[in-house]
């Protein structure tokens, strides 16, 4: 006998109903799988990335992020100490890439204390004669303390103009910005007598093609003479926070080689 076709349409419709229903579950499972290797890859990112903007910035909200230590002479991470000349003969082949990737090393060691085993600090050791200093702001990257960007001295007493730094001590309170004064000598573990600063490279910016500038953090913190004649004293703690967003160099780059004789000469 023969179905009524009644029978048939519906049983045709209920096949082309189930075949829709498992196409759009099919196509849900598929995106929220893909949501959620989305979500996964994201947050190992973020977790090993601190040193991103972005990443930064979630991990401060949700209360991530290591504190920044304060190191001493019997814990501080091994690194490897040069000079200014070193420093230049060192990092003055790298591409803006080579840079770049640098970069996000050194200042990722940073916020995680150098427990990776990446790539170890760089410590600078030399003397250096104070161009300009000012005030830390809120839009830094480290928003409190002060920086002094200095021009590398050799030890005939000759400026080696190719190595610029600039010196950041955080401090928990705003300050003046007058701890430096143009011509200070800045001296960081240069002579054996004296305290270890160890002041670790944070960033590299290449001012033009035979300039570098150091941005450096001493991860002793502690207390800091400025200036051994007039006794000034600056306490520098590690910052509680960083502004990731900020620039960097965070000097003046407009105290450029054409400016510098000048600017020195006027020092002296």
């Not at 591409?95 to 170890?120: F, I, M, Q, V």
């Not at 103009?161 to 955080?170: A, H, K, M, T």
Request: charge should be positive.
């Amino acid at each position: 006998m023969n179905a009524p076709r009644g029978s048939l349409s519906r049983a045709a419709t209920a096949v082309k109903q189930a075949d829709g229903g498992i196409f759009w579950w099919t196509i849900a499972i598929v995106v929220l799988m893909a949501l959620a290797a989305f979500s996964w890859i994201g947050s190992i990112y973020v977790f090993t990335h601190p040193e991103k903007p972005f990443s930064n910035q979630l991990l401060a909200r949700i209360h991530r992020l290591e504190p920044i230590r304060q190191f001493n002479e019997k814990d501080r991470p091994v690194g490897k100490s040069l000079t200014p000349p070193e420093l230049y003969q060192k990092f003055y082949p790298f591409t803006a890439d080579n840079l770049s990737n640098h970069n996000g090393l050194l200042r990722r060691n940073y916020l995680t204390n150098y427990t990776s085993r990446e790539e170890k600090p760089y410590y600078v050791r030399g003397r250096f004669r104070v161009v300009h200093a000012r005030a830390l702001q809120e839009g830094d990257v480290f928003p409190c303390g002060v920086v002094a960007r200095a021009v590398a001295v050799n030890e005939d007493g000759k400026e080696f103009r190719n190595v610029i730094v600039e010196y950041v001590l955080p401090t928990a309170k705003p300050v003046a910005g007058g701890e430096f004064t143009p011509g200070d000598m800045l001296d960081i573990d240069s002579r054996p007598s004296k305290k270890r600063l160890y002041g670790a490279v944070f960033n590299i910016s290449r001012m033009n093609d035979d300039v570098l500038v150091f941005t450096v953090v001493p991860l002793a913190y502690g207390e800091h003479l400025i200036e051994p004649v007039q006794h000034r004293v600056l306490n520098a703690v590690p910052p509680a926070r960083l502004n990731m967003k900020g620039n960097l160099p965070m000097t003046d780059n407009s105290f450029g080689v054409a400016q510098l004789p000048a600017v020195l000469s006027s020092l002296r």
